[in-house]
């Protein structure tokens, strides 16, 4: 019989959204060109966090409220999982070292001129060495957002890979879909990432290396993210002394392994914050490219012709956004008779896609 729904691509996105259509009653059809582990998507080198407040220092509006509406689905959805993912809600701290006290300022003003300003705890003394005990009396103090989540990247790949095993899902793993030749069902989708460049000539590559450690010594709760004009680092906790630091933000699509340069200055500005990392074991450096649009915000475009649903742009917010989007997907996906057009985020009208 043929599917409800093909989708194409399951790196986050694609798997995600395979696994919610399929508990909503849909029959899917998935494909990937890598395998079930999710070794081929950016999602597989990702640092999982969900930070919609450090987020809004940067990035439009719309990825905030998401964000938000994201970080609220996130822990329904890990409960709904067949295995345990290792998730974290214990916030972020932002840091910065004395010189670079105006990046403090900058994310102050950023933020007061969303109203966002009261996700920002200020936090000096021993109230700060009571959050973060290894920070030690290094930093005298620092912006604390509550609430801010991580998620173990992998852990969760694969726990929706065996979500979908369980489930009546269509797995074609390590099945690339050429361009022009589109699976047969009621509509296609089109989560490709940097898969779909050829067919959405605005998406561009931003390259980002990231290391893995391994510290069983140093015991930390929050995301730490230094506040830094050039190396704006990020320490994360991960489960059984593992840490995550990430990661250069290079406009390229250069998937090519880490630079010397990248390795140097991941770790340099690391060990600036936690000079206790110099006895941590590098596990592994990774890169991949983060799929991006001009305005960096995700975009949906429905090709009516060819009743495909193109999604795309997730930038380096696919954690922070897959659920919201998902959400809005299904009741797009069930509006579809209805619709002419889909909008989502910016649609672009000289986009060429098709698969
Ligand atoms: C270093 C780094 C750190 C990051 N940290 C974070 C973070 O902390 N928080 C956050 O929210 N986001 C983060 N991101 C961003 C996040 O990983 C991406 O936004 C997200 O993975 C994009 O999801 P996607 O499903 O669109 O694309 P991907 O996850 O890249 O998946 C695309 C999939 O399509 C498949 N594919 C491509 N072409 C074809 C084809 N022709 N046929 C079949 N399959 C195909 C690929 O194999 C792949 O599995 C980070 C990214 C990087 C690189």
């Known amino acids: ?85 290792f998730y974290r809600g214990d916030g972020t701290l932002l840091l910065w070292h004395r010189e670079d006290a105006g990046q403090a300022v900058r994310v102050q003003r950023a933020l007061a001129s969303r109203n966002a300003q009261g996700h920002l705890k200020h936090v000096a003394g021993p109230e700060l060495g009571e959050l973060e005990p290894a920070l030690g009396t290094r930093f005298p103090r620092a912006l604390y957002i509550a609430g801010e989540a991580q998620v173990d990247n992998r852990a969760l790949l694969q726990a929706v890979a065996i979500a979908l095993s369980q489930s009546k899902v269509e797995c074609h793993w390590e099945t690339f879909v050429p361009d022009g030749e589109l699976p047969n069902a009621g509509i296609v989708v089109d989560c490709r990432g940097m898969g779909a460049k050829r067919n959405w000539p605005q998406l561009r590559g931003v390259r980002g290396e990231i290391v893995r450690l391994h510290a069983p010594e140093i015991e ?34 250069d998937h090519s392994t880490v630079s010397v340069r990248g390795a140097l200055e991941l770790l340099t500005s690391a060990y600036s914050v936690l000079p206790a990392l ?60 209805k619709s002419s057009e889909v909008v989502f985020a910016a649609v672009q009208d000289d986009l060429h896609p098709c698969l």
């Open 220 to 253: 930390l709760h929050c995301t730490l993210r230094l506040l830094h004009p050039r190396y704006p680092v990020y320490i994360i906790p991960r489960a059984e002394g593992r840490l995550v630091v990430g990661a250069t933000s290079i406009e390229s699509d």
């Open 278 to 337: 110099a006895e941590a074991r590098i596990l592994e450096f990774n890169t991949q490219v983060r799929p991006a649009l001009p305005d960096n915000a995700p975009a949906i475009h429905f090709d009516r012709q060819r009743n495909v649903l193109h999604i795309n742009g997730l930038y380096r917010h696919g954690f922070l956004l897959t659920p919201a989007i998902t959400e809005e997907v299904l009741a797009i996906l069930s509006l579809r008779d």
């Open 1 to 85: 019989m043929r599917p409800d729904l093909a989708i194409v691509g399951g790196g986050l996105l694609g798997r995600c959204l395979a696994w919610r259509a399929s508990k909503a009653g849909a029959r899917v059809v998935l494909y990937d060109a890598a395998g079930s582990r999710g070794e081929g998507s950016a999602a597989w080198a990702a640092a999982g966090m969900i930070a919609p407040t450090s987020e809004a220092i940067d990035a439009a509006p719309q990825i905030e409220s998401m964000g938000r509406r994201s970080l609220s689905l996130w822990p329904q959805w890990l409960s709904e999982l067949p295995v345990p993912v």
